[in-house]
């Protein structure tokens, strides 16, 4: 139990960065931010698994089982997993954050109009 | 897990599947296991844009076959699950055909077959050089993945594998306003999918299990005090950013008007069903483990003001739209309103009307993106201004888009009409009055909608000046906009799906047992029999 206090303590600031960014009007700095997302993430189902202190992970002779608590292995399968999606996603958004900022000269988010314009005409009223 | 290990399972003998699957079930994994493979086989012609086109004909005939196969067996014999690496349910990841997601693979393969034959005429050979079928499939077999796996960590990775699909096919054709729509659909849909793992994490911080049965089990068994509550609630959040739900919709009328027609398409008839389907999963669990009455809120209430909201912002902004593709967006927002509002009756009725709901707007949507595609290649760009003439220039055409109309918008003789009618007896059964009302008001204000396009678009004369003040600017961004041949090859690829969706809508509208049927039985495999019991038939 104690071991996991100091990871929590972590993960909310990773969380409390991470939506900071978020909220920014900047492109670049959502896209930091949803990579101190990721990561938060995966700290938070790696701690969920809950953690135990070195217990290499060997079965003695003649048993079928570890005769102690050995760590967890799901959780790092599931956040090795979550690392590599989060990474190819991180390329894929860096990639077109820098495209369409070359597109359509900016990265403010307020100022990119182009598929909802700001003055919609209204549709025809009279037939 | 490792506590499990330890006490549950004493020879590792027992951990693993010691007979092989039968061939005949290995069916279980075709719908994911063709797409993939098409999708490399096409990776693999890239050059070769005919030659994609084909291949993508083939396996889509494939996927559609395998999962007619599938469907059938369900039918006959009853669920069936294969588990992956030999591992036994509680380690092993298992795919399970039942007869719910066997219903939705078997309309998907279908669809998909009628929108690879719309793309032959909609994708230039450019678009097929980046990719566009290979993409598609893999979009197919995230969807595919999500609707038959039964393990909550794989139905994410799924829903990554579409999500990452639908990225590459946004933004093929690399246009300004793609580039826009694209970069609000990606970081919106990113958030969603991290607000599932993070639920995912602390769901499984507390009970231990990824398996869907698992955790239906673990979760009667955790004490009172474990916030499931909490985690829920995140759940509905991630899948409601997912199914367009109303306060966090906004990703959808920016992005989905940007791309080709036939992504818009599938897009429509997909993306937004497969935020449904998991809500539907993952409710279903949760329901009757979980209490809000501390906050003096019911979840059924909270459920159906989400319903209502979604509903009615949704035909309410399709009403103030002037550009054809952005009101047929606002349309499937609305009818995400329905399918959540069937969700928060949660009986065995409504929850047929939404599997029925789910399965007409999966062959409405697409049919009408096409239909309307033709009338704005016709005009040169989407805007209600510019268009019209389409009856004298299409009959045929027309026609088929009056039906679709009618059925989308729930006129009687028509498929909607009966999602619509299940889900409007089930409110009204339930005692959901001020629901059943907006189901109703809802529909009329969808029915003015979609006439007042028709008869823009289709019934009266083309306008000849655009008045100055109103009009959109000419839309360039459609750069396969070359005035379509509703005759010979052109017309086979245009019409023949159009007419193939059509025909689908109209023979269950007349013959709706079947669909029904299977329905009712796939609402009831969903709920599963304990779970009927607990809910004590009513509420979620």
Avoid at chain 1, 25 to 32: F, S
Avoid at chain 2, 256 to 280: D, E, M, Q
Wanted: hydrophobic share 55%.
């Amino acid at each position: 139990m104690q071991i996991e206090v100091g990871l929590v303590v972590l993960i909310a600031l990773f969380f409390s960065g991470a939506f900071y960014l978020l909220l920014a009007p900047q492109l670049i700095r959502i896209i930091l931010g949803v990579t101190i997302l990721g990561n938060a993430v995966n700290l938070l189902i790696f701690t969920a698994g809950r953690l135990t202190r070195e217990v290499p992970p060997i079965i003695p002779e003649g048993f079928t089982l570890p005769q102690e608590a050995t760590a967890n292995p799901l959780p790092q399968a599931l956040v090795l997993t979550a690392i590599v999606i989060s990474f190819s996603f991180f390329v894929f958004l860096f990639v077109l954050v820098m495209r369409s900022y070359q597109e359509l000269g900016t990265d403010e988010s307020g100022e990119m109009r182009i598929s909802e314009p700001e003055s919609v005409p209204l549709p025809p009223l009279d037939y | 897990m490792a506590l499990a290990l330890n006490s549950n399972i004493l020879s590792l003998g027992e951990a693993f599947v010691t007979t092989p699957v039968p061939w005949g079930d290995q069916l279980v994994i075709a719908p994911v296991v063709l797409m993939l493979l098409g999708a490399c086989v096409g990776m693999l012609f890239q050059a070769y844009p005919r030659v994609q086109g084909l291949n993508a004909l083939v396996f889509t005939i494939l996927l559609l076959f395998s999962t007619l196969l599938l469907f059938a067996r369900v039918a006959e014999h009853g669920p069936i699950a294969m588990t992956m690496g030999r591992w036994l349910p509680p380690f092993g990841i298992t795919f399970l055909a039942n007869p719910f997601n066997t219903l939705l693979t078997s309309v998907t393969a279908f669809l998909a077959l009628c929108l690879v034959i719309y793309g032959w005429a909609d994708s230039d050979f450019q678009l097929r050089r980046y990719g566009f079928y290979p993409l598609f499939m893999i979009l197919l077999a995230g969807v595919n993945g999500t609707f038959l796996t039964d393990d909550l960590f794989n139905l994410y990775v799924w829903f990554e594998v579409l999500l990452i699909a639908s990225f590459g096919l946004l933004i093929l054709g690399n246009s300004k306003i793609q580039l826009d729509g694209a970069v609000k659909y990606a970081f919106l849909n990113f958030l969603a999918t991290t607000l599932f793992l993070i639920s995912i994490g602390y769901l499984y911080g507390l009970v231990g299990a990824l398996n869907f049965q698992d955790i239906g089990q673990a979760l009667k068994e955790v004490p009172h005090s474990a916030p499931i509550e909490t985690i829920f609630v995140l759940f509905v959040l991630a899948f409601a950013i997912k199914a367009a739900a109303f306060p966090v919709n906004f990703w959808l009328p920016a992005s989905y008007h940007t791309p080709r027609i036939v992504v818009t398409a599938l897009f429509a008839a997909l993306v937004t069903k497969v935020g449904i389907y998991a809500l539907l999963r993952i409710s279903v669990l949760f329901m009757g483990q979980i209490d809000f009455s501390p906050t003096g809120f019911s979840l059924d209430s909270a459920l159906g003001v989400l319903a209502i909201a979604t509903m009615f912002s949704g035909v309410l902004g399709a009403l103030a739209q002037s550009d054809l593709r952005r009101l047929f967006c606002y349309l499937i927002i609305s009818g995400i309103g329905f399918m959540l509002a069937g969700l928060a009756i949660g009986n065995l009725q409504a929850l047929t009307g939404v599997i029925v709901y789910m399965v007409t707007s999966m062959g409405t949507l697409p049919a009408i993106y096409i239909a309307g595609a033709v009338a704005g290649r016709c005009s040169g760009g989407f805007d209600l201004h510019r268009l019209g003439g389409m009856y004298g220039r299409a009959p045929f055409l027309s026609g088929l888009f009056f039906i679709l109309a009618l059925t989308l918008s729930g006129f009687p003789p028509f498929l909607g009409f009966w999602s619509k009618f299940l889900l409007l007896k089930a409110a009204l059964e339930a005692h959901f009055p001020v629901l059943a009302a907006s189901l109703l008001v809802s529909s009329f204000l969808t029915i003015l909608a979609v006439m007042r396009v028709w008869s823009y678009v289709f019934w009266r004369a083309a306008p000849t000046a655009v008045e100055g003040d109103g009009a959109l600017p000419f839309d360039d961004s459609y750069s396969c906009s070359a005035t379509p041949r509703l005759s010979g090859w052109e017309g086979v690829c245009i019409l023949g799906p159009l007419l193939a969706l059509s025909i689908f809508l109209i023979a269950f509208s007349f013959f709706p047992n079947f669909l029904l049927e299977s329905a009712s039985k796939a609402a009831l495999e969903l709920l599963s029999p304990e779970a009927v019991l607990q809910m004590g038939g009513i509420s979620l």
